[in-house]
């Protein structure tokens, strides 16, 4: 029977096998996983080696999860299992599991990224669902939401986040919390605008003219165009 464990800040190099072992093994074309990569992981994209989990098998990874912390919510980065211990729960044991941590560190956010062409684990994260056991949702059944990214070079996150903002306020204004949507904005005018009622293409206009000033500012720091 496979033991689970969350890591802890010594254990760079288990995590760095069970990556290795579990989850680039299923991308032959993908570059290894090392020390050095690592630590570059945890200082661009957060990742925490409190918010990975192991599973092993007579002391061998054989299953592991990784994911990000930060303020405003969770990104699980990779999630695979040895093949040979595919389809015995390993995987949805990891992710209850970090889940439930999550939880408790009142992440108000959990995302995770999955091409279109990866089938089952589209379907294995579309089944995912958790029972949060405080807070607003106390014994209330949650899933997910899946959204389907057909060109990664022209969506922009922002407009995407005020579109479904409109539409669960539209929807369910009783119990829409806008409050969290700073959290991710941090930006106090545009989010006064939105709590207004403002139009979402001038919502849109605004934040445009905010992410040009951004990425003028940016170009000049660019080693490479």
């Known amino acids: ?50 918010n990975c989990m192991v599973a092993l098998e007579r002391q061998q990874p054989v299953g592991v999860v990784v994911s990000t912390k930060r303020d ?38 959990v995302t995770v990224d ?6 089952p684990a589209r379907r294995f994260f579309e089944a995912v669902q958790f029972t949060p056991t405080s807070d607003v949702y106390t014994r209330t059944p949650c899933s997910g939401v899946r959204f389907v990214v057909t060109d990664r070079e022209t969506i922009r996150p922002v407009t995407v986040a005020f579109a479904l903002a409109n539409a669960l306020r539209a929807l369910h204004r009783e119990q829409f919390r806008p409050e969290g949507i700073q ?31 951004f990425m003028n500012r940016r170009a000049s720091y660019l080693i490479y165009p």
């Open 1 to 50: 029977m496979s033991s689970y464990r969350f890591c802890r800040p010594d254990d760079l190099t288990l995590i760095i096998r069970a990556i290795n072992a579990c989850y680039l093994m299923h991308y032959p074309d993908a570059p290894a996983m090392t020390e050095e990569r690592l630590k570059e992981h945890m200082t661009l994209f957060h990742v925490r080696p409190g």
């Open 72 to 109: 405003y919510g969770v990104w699980i980065q990779a999630l695979g299992c040895q093949p040979a211990f595919q389809r015995r729960g390993i995987a949805t044991q990891l992710i209850e599991a970090l889940v439930r941590k999550i939880a408790i560190q009142r992440a108000p956010l």
């Open 183 to 213: 959290n991710l904005l941090v930006h106090r005018p545009t989010m006064w605008a939105f709590l207004r009622g403002e139009p979402l293409d001038r919502l849109v206009a605004w934040t445009e003219v905010d992410r040009t000033s």
């Open 114 to 119: 999955v091409p279109t062409t990866n089938t």
